[in-house]
């Protein structure tokens, strides 16, 4: 086998199908053989979903407990739903040690609230004021980010490392010295021991290679996908899923980085036939054609200036100050003249 990076499969399904995939040995044994861990989607706390855990238990399969909501408590964690994220923790907790449960860390998903996502594409104009209300509310994102990171250090003192799931502009709030992309959306940038930034290709079959190339260098894991499957949202178009081609080319650019790779999801992979053709990958053959990131890295500078501009709004009152001062006295001088 080519050398690889080390990957991780997302799994995000209810208990029935979770238990019907992992019926197939052959999916087993093709994670085995890949030496792969799975970042599994704790959609709930059943004892389904703790037999598929112990199955990979016993095969000594890392395991991810990748943290979920009930869809009415904002599904992904985010700036507003804390306190259900927090009590889900106590609770997965509790699960574990009932049912005897070996977790290689745990994962956070820190994407805006689905209901807000909902919103959004139902063109709900809720969304709009609620949106308003988080960028005003400074004070309520630094109650979150508090919350979070005692949450990360309650984790941290179970024994648990942990990494956080985001998209990718949250660089570029960070990038810009700003928290208005996460105020806007609901978002939080948690410390996490490794991050991984979710550069799904599918998101933009136009220009997806080069958001995964330009971003990759600024994550610790590379998130790609989508090969079938996750959370469906109402008026939200169903994304095309990667074929076996886009596939190939996102392994390889994300496997030049040197990083591991996480893969969105084991489900999809497993449909489409792509699991099994991954034993026998060649990693190093060259991508046909690298993209080209300039459109991307100019994307992204507008985007850093404004979150820049926004996050200090007295220096835009300061310029339009200096601008009216500047014009009235030149009309000033004008008259004296």
Known sequence: MQNKPDLTFFCELPARELAALFEDRFVLDDLKTLNAAVSLGILDLSPERAEVVRKMNLLNIPVIAWLLLPKDQGYWFNLENYPYAIARYEDFKIWSRENDLRWAGIGLDIEPDYNQMEAFHTHDPRFYVDAFKRLNDHLAYDQAMLAYTGL???????????????????????????????RLVGLVDVPVDREVLMLYSSFSPSKGHALLAEYASETDSVGIGNTGGGVQIEGWDEEPYLTWEDFSTDLRLAWQTGKPVHIFSLEGCVRQGFLDRLITFDWNQAVPTQPDTNPVKLMRKGLQTLLWAVQRPWVILAGLSALVGGLLFRKGSNKNN
Not at 158 to 176: C, L, S, W
């Open 152 to 182: 990360v250090h309650q984790a941290h003192a179970d024994g648990f490392e942990v990494e956080a799931y985001h998209i990718p502009q949250i660089t570029d709030d960070r990038k810009a010295g700003s928290n208005v992309l996460q």
